[in-house]
């Protein structure tokens, strides 16, 4: 893992102080989103195979059917089903959580940066079931957040996400200073 520090400190604005740092843990791959989303996934494959096979083995198909369904089978099998698994721990190992005294900041990649002055955002707090890790989510936080951190938010491009810290191990640290900021 990263020095959060470092990563974050040319994101700073002259005179703000970085309160706490930190990156979402790679050993959490889970989340509530979850519970709905691995069952749809694996019914998706399953039916996606069942009918390649069942338009393969018609009388009369048309070549391009079964290239079809092997579309829909390389979707839910790579991508749904264990492909979004890999792209939420490429993202976790790129990504940097930061509190200042006025802003929390979000750093992905090289390029990625958000931010959000905390005073002016609420913030949805929610612990994980194992009552360490911790997710805060600065904004509206609602139906349309499901999916985030799930791996999924590559198919809603357009859609601008709200600042948060997903699967943070340091929560009473985070929670403590994002009180003390507010």
């Not at 991508?79 to 509190?99: E, P």
């Not at 709200?162 to 943070?168: K, L, M, N, S």
Request: glycine letters at 8%; proline letters at 7%.
């Amino acid at each position: 893992m990263e020095n959060p520090q470092q990563r974050l400190q040319p994101h700073l604005r002259p005179g703000e102080k970085l309160l706490w740092s930190g990156q979402p843990d790679p050993r959490v791959h889970f989340m509530p989103f979850d519970a709905f989303f691995v069952p749809f996934s694996i019914l998706w494959c399953a039916f996606a195979v069942w009918w390649t096979w069942r338009v393969s083995t018609d009388a009369g198909p048309r070549w391009w059917s079964p290239l079809f369904g092997l579309l829909f089978v390389a979707m839910g099998l790579l991508y749904l089903v264990f492909g979004r698994f890999i792209v939420k721990a490429r993202r976790k190992r790129r990504t940097v959580y930061g509190l200042t005294d006025t802003r929390a900041i979000v750093v992905e990649g090289d390029r990625r940066v958000s931010d959000v002055r905390v005073k002016d955002e609420p913030a949805q707090v929610r612990k994980n079931r194992d009552g360490v890790h911790v997710e805060v989510v600065f904004g509206g936080a609602g139906l349309q957040t499901a999916q985030l951190n799930s791996g999924m938010e590559i198919f809603s491009p357009g859609r601008p996400s709200p600042v948060a810290f997903f699967d943070v191990a340091d929560g009473e640290a985070l929670l403590r200073e994002l009180n003390r900021v507010r």
